[in-house]
Each structure stands twice: as structure tokens, then as C-alpha cells.
């Protein structure tokens, strides 16, 4: 009996001990499985250094508004500009993998780009040039976007019909790691600095070290299509699309479902990313935290859905009630934003149950819309959910600036409340008008389908 490992063997396997096969040969050898998943490490750390220096601006809040002389609109207004071209992108990047730069200089480009935004960011904090740091911003995000594309891509081209939705969950808990860790570092980092260093200076020289993880994803990148040229040229495959045609006059013929879905989309996420970006401030007023540990319970949320996620995903897909558990979730986040708003309970109470929150609502609302629209279909709903939530976010940051600057930070949490609410009522509209209707959201998976089949059959 043979002990080669085929390219369809799982990760785990129980070895002869007297296998010759060295590690390096399993390495270097594409028909090997150990080769897909030495590709797999750079494959998850692609967008490490994206999502790192993404939430540099929130690690660094106090240190931002004190030593760049701004305003909370002006800080904001650093997320806004990430979120801008990505309203558009959104549509474009998958075009640009298929039809332009193929999936491995598409991923050196993108990484490229997101490296090239961090360092005019850097530098224009450096010499202290806010608009320097809003176009570094909006070219970070002309890169960030896309490389998640690509780096979905690469997960689809090497892991389609073997683990697939393992790697997709392990990529986000990566991903979802870097905004961790970058909430836990960067204070220490600038720390280090301002012992030689002062102002705008110092901020400037921890975001040009923080520089250093997107370094490293390029280095990722260019490994990691090193690693697929060998592959492509020993095991011939046909290339994988970034994503389904998209056509925009599809969106017309959309169903209220989906439109439901994009709202509950826009609503709760706008209480969530925006309220994580000024967390640091809002902690150490109102609890009077470190910065340290203002830090540490604003990046609850990042590190629990780092590991629930693909757990929470698990859940969803075996037991089905998608609308339930979004409702649960928006609920749940309700809860934690009362807590914020209305009580002094350590906050980690509230952080870890919108961590959880966030986890369930992100497993459970995206793969709905498979759920509601064909197929072909698919690019188009998937780029526009994405392109609204980008507009919603870039608006919505602006708007939490304004309030911060004017009203205060309570009147903050009322407005999270109030988006949160609009996405529990949408959530029960879209259960009601979709049980009302026969639909697939609201049952169990047996009944999916069971429902399924009928369809089929007729």
C-alpha cells in the first residue's frame, strides 16, 4: 500500500515511520497535499498587513487627535476615505484579477498598493499634512478591498472540492488577528518612540513600523506565486474567476428580501466598525481605562470573531434558521451598546457579547443572499452589498465624527441604538414577509432542503 499523499488527502495523516519522503521534497512537490497547505500560511497572512494598519488610526485615537491638532470629524474622516473608492471597486476588482493582471501579479499589485497608502499615510503624519494622509488612506483602500478578492481567489483555485470552508474561516480568523494584534500593539510601539520622538513626529515614525506588516503580506504575496507558477506548471488546472459576472441590470430585478438584507447589512455594521475606530477615547473618559487597556477592550470584538467565527459559520450551516440568529445577533448587540450607553458594568461584559454578536450575525446574513438570488446573479448582489456597505460606512464615519465633536459620546451610543434598532425591525420585516412568502431564511436546514428539492422536482 502506497503512503504518497494524494492532492485529495486531509491535513491529519498516520505515517509509516519508515517514510522517506523528507519535508522539504513534501514542500517543494505539488502533487503533494503537505505543498497546499505550506501555500495555505501565506495564502491566510496575505491580508495580515491590510488588516493591521487598517485600524492604526483606532490604536491610536488620543495620540492622532493630541499630536495631529484635529478634530474627531478630521479623524474619522481617515476611515471614510478608506471606504470611498471600495464603492465602487467592489464591482471592479474581481474584473481586474480575471480579464487584467491574473490572480498572482493581481495579489503583488493590490499588496503593493495597500503598502504604498500606508506609506504616504505614515509620511503625512510625518510632516504632519493631513491631506497627505486622506489620499494615502483612500490609495490604501483601493488596495485593500481587492486583495481580499484576490486572496479568495487563490483560496478557491487551490482548496475547490477539498477544504474550502475551512480555509476560508481560518483566513478571516488571520485576518481578523492582525486588527487584534494591531489595537495591542501599536500603543506600546508609540510608547517606544516618544522617548526620542514628540508629536506628529512620533506618530509618524510608529505608523511607518507598522509599515513593516504590509512588507510582510507583499512578501506573502510574491512566495505565494512563486508557489503557484510551480504548481500550474506540474498539475495543469483551469484559472479560477475572482467572482460571477456582474451585471448591474440585474439589481433591478432584485426582491425586497435582498433589500431588506443590505439594509440590516449597512444598519448594524455602522454600529460596530465606526464605535471600534473611537472606542479608545470613549473607554478611558467614561472608565477611565489606560490606554493599554482601553486598547485591550476595544479589540475584543476583532479577537473573538478571529475564533468564533468559523464556529459560528459551522453552527449556521448545520442547523439553518439564518433570519433568527441575525435577529438574535442584532438583539444581543442592542444589549451591549445599553450596557455601554446607560450602565458602568466593565465594559469587557458588553465588548465580549458584541464580539459574539457580530461572530453569528456575519455567519449567518451574508450566506442568505445565495439563499434569496440565482446563481448568476450572485456577483452582482455580492458587489452591491459590499459597495452600499462601503457607502454607508464612509457617510456614517463622518456622522459619528460630527456628533462626537458636538454632542458627546453618550449621544453617540443613542445614535448606534437607533441604527441598531432600524436593523432589528428589518431583520423581523424580512422573517415575516419571507415565512409570509415560503421562503428558505427562516427554516430549519432539513426544511431548506426539503423545499429545495420540491422546487427542483417542479
Known amino acids: 500500500m502506497s503512503n504518497e499523499i494524494s492532492e485529495t488527502d486531509p491535513i491529519i495523516q498516520i505515517r509509516d515511520s519508515d517514510d522517506s ?33 487598517y485600524d492604526n488610526p483606532a490604536a491610536l485615537q488620543d495620540n492622532f487627535k493630541k499630536d495631529l491638532k484635529i478634530s474627531t470629524a478630521t479623524f474619522t474622516a481617515f476611515y471614510s476615505w478608506y471606504s470611498w473608492p471600495n464603492v465602487v471597486l467592489c464591482f471592479l476588482g474581481g474584473y481586474l484579477i480575471d480579464r ?57 483555485a487551490w482548496f475547490f472540492g477539498k477544504e474550502l470552508n475551512l480555509v476560508f474561516g481560518l483566513q478571516l480568523s488571520i485576518a481578523r488577528l492582525g486588527s487584534t494584534v494591531n489595537l495591542i500593539v ?47 506548471k506540474i498539475i495543469p488546472v483551469e484559472p479560477v474567476k475572482a467572482g460571477d459576472e456582474i451585471k448591474l441590470s440585474d439589481a433591478l430585478k432584485f ?41 485591550s477592550a476595544d479589540s475584543i470584538v476583532y479577537l473573538i470573531s478571529a475564533f468564533a467565527s468559523p464556529i459560528c459559520g459551522f453552527l449556521v450551516d448545520l442547523i ?22 446607560f450602565t458602568f458594568i466593565n465594559p469587557f461584559v458588553a465588548m465580549i457579547l458584541m464580539g459574539i454578536s457580530y461572530s453569528l450575525l456575519a455567519a449567518s446574513l451574508w450566506p442568505m443572499v445565495a439563499l434569496i438570488v440565482s446563481k448568476h446573479q450572485l456577483g452582482t448582489a455580492y458587489g452591491l ?20 465633536d458636538e454632542e458627546g459620546y453618550f ?34 436546514k432539513k426544511r431548506r432542503q426539503e423545499l429545495q428539492n420540491l422546487e427542483s422536482d417542479e
Open 21 to 53: 519522503d523528507s519535508l522539504a521534497s513534501r514542500i517543494c512537490n505539488p502533487r503533494k497535499a503537505f505543498y497546499r497547505y505550506f501555500a495555505l500560511i501565506f495564502m491566510c497572512l496575505l491580508s495580515f498587513g491590510s488588516y493591521f494598519c
Open 100 to 156: 487584467v493582471f491574473g490572480i498572482r501579479l493581481g495579489a503583488i499589485f493590490f499588496s503593493t498598493l495597500v503598502l504604498s497608502g500606508q506609506l504616504v499615510f505614515a509620511f503625512g503624519a510625518l510632516w504632519d499634512k493631513i491631506w497627505l494622509m486622506n489620499v494615502g488612506r483612500f490609495i490604501f483602500g483601493i488596495g485593500g478591498e481587492s486583495l481580499a478578492v484576490a486572496q479568495n481567489t487563490y483560496a478557491v
Open 186 to 232: 501599536m500603543g506600546p510601539v508609540y510608547e517606544a518612540v516618544a522617548k526620542t520622538k514628540s508629536g506628529y513626529e512620533c506618530l509618524g515614525t510608529a505608523l511607518l513600523i507598522a509599515t513593516c506588516t504590509c512588507v510582510f503580506s507583499l512578501g506573502c504575496a510574491s512566495i505565494l506565486a512563486l508557489l503557484d507558477i510551480r504548481r500550474t
Open 255 to 295: 426582491p425586497f428580501t435582498l433589500w431588506l438584507v443590505f439594509i440590516i447589512c449597512v444598519a448594524f455594521y455602522c454600529a460596530v466598525f465606526p464605535f471600534i475606530s473611537l472606542g479608545k477615547v470613549f473607554f478611558i473618559s467614561k472608565y477611565d481605562f489606560s490606554p493599554v487597556t482601553a486598547n
Open 320 to 341: 439553518g434558521f439564518n433570519t433568527l440568529w441575525v435577529t438574535g445577533a442584532i438583539a444581543a448587540t442592542i444589549g451591549s451598546h445599553l450596557l455601554l450607553a
Open 385 to 404: 452589498m459590499q459597495s452600499v456597505q462601503n457607502l454607508g460606512l464612509a457617510l456614517i464615519s463622518l456622522l459619528t465624527g460630527i456628533i462626537v
Open 411 to 444: 449621544v453617540l451610543e443613542v445614535f448606534f441604538l437607533g441604527s441598531l434598532c432600524i436593523a432589528l425591525l428589518c431583520s423581523l420585516l424580512l422573517y415575516f414577509y419571507d415565512s409570509y412568502k415560503g421562503g428558505f431564511l427562516g427554516v430549519s
